[in-house]
């Protein structure tokens, strides 16, 4: 089984920073595409940034130029680096991963399986 913790949020005035982590645990063989996604109250869930396998990045128009997407893949964690928040960041910021898991005997993989996972979510709040 594969879970995805996030970490990081809290509550920080306008214009500051916060970063959070996203990590992957259970006996994942690969993480492909790697998300961040927020929803604030009463709003759809949106795309903030992604990160393919291959560090390519997105940003939606939003974000572009004050958060910064990344990930460090001997660790299976990702991270979302905030600057220059705004009050109408706040949101509940989820983490997503395609992920490829199986059992693993030495260096060998059995059962590979691919499968879509989000985080619990954590919270993060801008005051003006």
């Known amino acids: 089984q594969v879970q995805l913790v996030e970490s990081g949020g809290g509550t920080v005035q306008a214009g500051g920073s916060l970063r959070l982590s996203c990590t992957a645990s259970?006996?994942?063989?690969?993480?492909?595409?790697m998300g961040w996604y927020r929803q604030a109250p009463g709003k759809q869930r949106e795309l903030v940034a992604i990160?393919?396998?291959?560090?390519?990045?997105n940003y939606a128009d939003s974000v572009k130029g004050r958060f910064t997407i990344s990930r460090d893949n001997s660790k299976n964690t990702g991270y979302l680096q905030m600057n220059s928040l705004k009050p109408e960041d706040t949101a509940v910021y989820y983490c997503?991963?395609?992920?490829?898991?199986?059992?693993?005997?030495?260096?060998?993989?059995?059962?590979?399986?691919?499968?879509?996972?989000w985080g619990q979510g954590t919270q993060v709040t801008v005051s003006s």
């Open positions: 997503n991963a395609e992920v490829t898991y199986g059992t693993r005997s030495g260096s060998i993989w059995f059962g590979l399986k691919h499968g879509d996972y």
């Open positions: 990160i393919t396998s291959g560090d390519n990045t």
């Open positions: 259970g006996s994942i063989r690969s993480i492909n595409d």
